[in-house]
């Protein structure tokens, strides 16, 4: 845009935006303040795009995840060695590297035997400055100090933007106050910190934060601390944000999942949810019951098990109550299939599915009625309301609820990269799945954005039991055949814990995964679904474990869709063969990282064991790619031309200039 290319506006345009432009003036006050930040964006438009970094389906692994998020999946490691070269030894790249990742714990124990530490400051200190250095190159100075730590954040500033060798006196007299007033340590934890900011310039979490690792609330916590994320939902997460959103149905689900994982650590002691209640009730129902099928698939030295396998049981006859009363209110859900509770023969002990009889595994019912099998007993009731009102009183939890819905969504579409966790429900046919909510049939990106609304609405008016069939789609979004986060045709609970036969366990799968991951016309159908298409367009997935054992591979459809749960879940790494897939999209273009089985964080600093990640497939620009080309560039000429607007505005005497 020439010079005068402000005054190419005619006044009808202007005087049709004035309000705008004139809320626009209250920032902008006169034309030399408009005009310098044209020119400030204009520049930033011809940086380099900042690295992105996808993971997926974390599952509460929270030392993998935790060591993924500060090694940058390999791009850590990388700057440093496109920064040294062979200049240093590859000893030394990988102190330096666990330093960055690990700065505190790191530090300990290499002051612990280093001889001549001041020695060891000045050299770390120099190679770090260099890393952050590189590492800042492609943001303006505005964006970079604003990543400084505040305590050292005009002495990194002076650091970054040395040069020359008139200043190298200054450079080193500056490193050598640093360690002779005692602040080395302090300093080198701050500015590897710093580094970590700067590599990654924003986090896509593709789903499943929650379910059967360890430490969930842990990965929460640093997630609702990283500079810059969203998160696509995955079905556990939303189960989490039913339960944190009062639906009686999903607390159930989540405490029986932690009682099968034998997590109770995190609900008792991370999120202090009181589950003395259940236990008692487990006592006085179960006493004498082996309850054999509810044994946690995760047995631990110390922990109670006949405790839990009890509660384990417990928890799971009132899910399988309250989630039939859901299915009875809500037909439109066309789950009858899975009201299994009246299909019991009580006094045989058989359940009829179908046309088939089978025995069970578990006979003893004593808190259910026959003729009512699906109404919860005065004791359960109670139970499952005060399980209920401790969660609403976990400020812990409900914090890390709020930042799921506030930054999560049922998809995103960034930089023609189009992301969701599990699936766009496809009939047979490969046409899009409907599904009737409160009378109006949705599919597709419609059905996405309606139970994205469902989900923000059931939590806003959470633990107002007149909203209960708001919430209730919340638990259809966790196991129902036309849930995008599902994928599946059933869940099949209930048949796990009690029937034998195997053919009973099976949740077929949605068309999508048949479909979509063979054919690339169905990849693009969906792009084009939300308004994304283009050859570096790409569909980026997670909920499904790529199970390399077998020769499955995270790239699908010729390239067009990247899988990338590859088993960050412990127990899933027996199936995959691999400790999971992640993404990086950096200015040059798309790279798929392999990960190896992380031994633990513990093992990573003493050793400088770092996670074992493998380049597996890159997908390179001719060139470099600008921020121009992205949505943020997008934006950010839409403010350029706002800001000319203003301009002209201020040139034709519609808005006086104030200084």
Same mark, same amino acid.
């Given at each position: ?49 900042? &690295? ?95 990543? =400084? ?54 986090? $896509? ?8 690792? +360890? ?11 990283? $500079? ?178 506030? $930054? ?16 766009? +429900?496809? &009939? ?196 470099? =790619? ?17 800001? $000319? ?15």
């Amino acid at each position: 845009m020439s010079n005068n290319d402000n005054l190419s506006f005619s006044r009808e345009e202007l005087q049709d935006e004035i309000k705008y432009l004139r809320l626009l003036s209250d920032r902008f006050q006169n034309i030399q303040a408009a005009s310098t930040e044209v020119i400030n964006l204009e520049a930033i438009l011809n940086l380099p795009k900042g &690295t992105e970094h996808f993971l997926s389906d974390i599952h509460g692994e929270y030392e993998t995840f935790s060591h993924v998020l500060a090694n940058a999946s390999g791009v850590v490691r990388k700057k440093i060695d496109d920064v040294f070269g062979k200049n240093i030894l590859e000893k030394d790249k990988k102190i330096l590297a666990t330093l960055i990742y690990y700065p505190e714990e790191k530090l300990d124990l290499i002051l612990k035997d280093e001889e001549n530490p001041e020695e060891w400051f000045t050299v770390t200190l120099r190679r770090l400055v260099v890393v952050a250095q590189a590492a800042a190159s492609k943001y303006t100075r505005s964006k970079v100090r604003k990543a =400084m730590p505040p305590d050292f954040s005009y002495i990194i500033d002076e650091l970054l933007n040395e040069s020359g060798d008139d200043k190298d006196k200054y450079f080193e007299g500056i490193i050598n106050t640093i360690i002779r007033i005692d602040r080395a340590e302090a300093f080198i934890i701050a500015i590897c910190r710093f580094i970590q900011r700067l590599l990654i310039d924003r986090l $896509h979490v593709i789903g499943d934060i929650f379910d059967r690792g +360890p430490a969930p609330e842990k990965v929460m916590d640093r997630i609702v601390n990283y $500079h810059s994320v969203d998160i696509q939902w995955g079905n556990h997460d939303m189960l989490w944000m039913g339960a944190a959103s009062g639906n009686r149905a999903l607390i159930a689900n989540m405490i029986r999942v932690s009682l099968r994982y034998n997590n109770i650590d995190t609900l008792e002691d991370a999120y202090g949810i009181n589950m003395m209640p259940l236990a008692t009730l487990a006592l006085h129902s179960y006493d004498n019951d082996q309850c054999e099928p509810f044994i946690p698939l995760v047995v631990e030295k110390g922990k109670d098990k006949d405790l839990v396998k009890k509660m384990h049981k417990a928890i799971s006859i009132i899910q399988f109550k309250l989630e039939g009363q859901i299915i009875e209110r809500n037909p439109q859900f066309d789950m009858r299939d899975r009201l299994l509770l009246d299909k019991v023969d009580y006094e045989k002990g058989t359940i009829r599915i179908g046309n088939k009889t089978y025995k069970l595994l578990d006979k003893n019912f004593p808190t259910i009625d026959p003729k009512n099998p699906y109404q919860l007993n005065e004791e359960e009731a109670a139970v499952i309301d005060k399980l209920a009102n401790s969660i609403k009183n976990s400020s812990r939890l409900q914090k890390h609820i709020a930042f799921l819905i506030s $930054h999560g969504s049922m998809y995103l579409s960034f930089n023609d990269n189009l992301m969701y966790h599990g699936c766009i +429900p496809l &009939t047979k046919k490969g046409d899009f799945a409907s599904l009737e909510i409160e009378g109006t049939s949705y599919s597709g990106k419609a059905l996405c954005d309606h139970f994205d609304r469902m989900a923000r609405k059931a939590y806003q008016f959470r633990f107002q039991r007149k909203y209960e069939p708001i919430s209730d789609y919340m638990w259809y979004l966790w196991c129902g055949a036309s849930s995008p986060l599902f994928g599946k045709t059933k869940m099949a609970t209930f048949e796990r814990y009690f029937l034998s036969e195997k053919e009973t366990h099976a949740e077929g799968k949605n068309s999508y995964y048949s479909l979509v991951y063979d054919g690339e016309e169905y990849c693009d159908k969906i792009l084009n679904e939300f308004g994304i298409g283009g050859p570096n367009s790409h569909i980026i997935n997670g909920h499904v474990p790529v199970q390399v054992k077998k020769g499955e591979t995270p790239i699908k459809a010729g390239g067009k869709l990247f899988v990338i749960d590859g088993g960050m879940s412990k127990p899933y790494q027996k199936v995959t063969g691999v400790a999971g897939y992640t993404l990086i999209y950096n200015s040059y273009g798309l790279v798929l990282v392999e990960h190896e089985h992380f031994d633990s964080r513990q093992i990573a600093i003493q050793e400088e064991k770092d996670i074992i990640s493998k380049r597996i497939y890159i997908e390179a620009s001719a060139q470099r =790619m600008r921020v121009r080309e992205t949505d943020i560039g997008k934006s950010l000429l839409a403010q350029i031309e706002d800001l $000319h607007k203003l301009l002209a505005a201020y040139k034709r005497g519609l808005i006086k200039e104030r200084f």
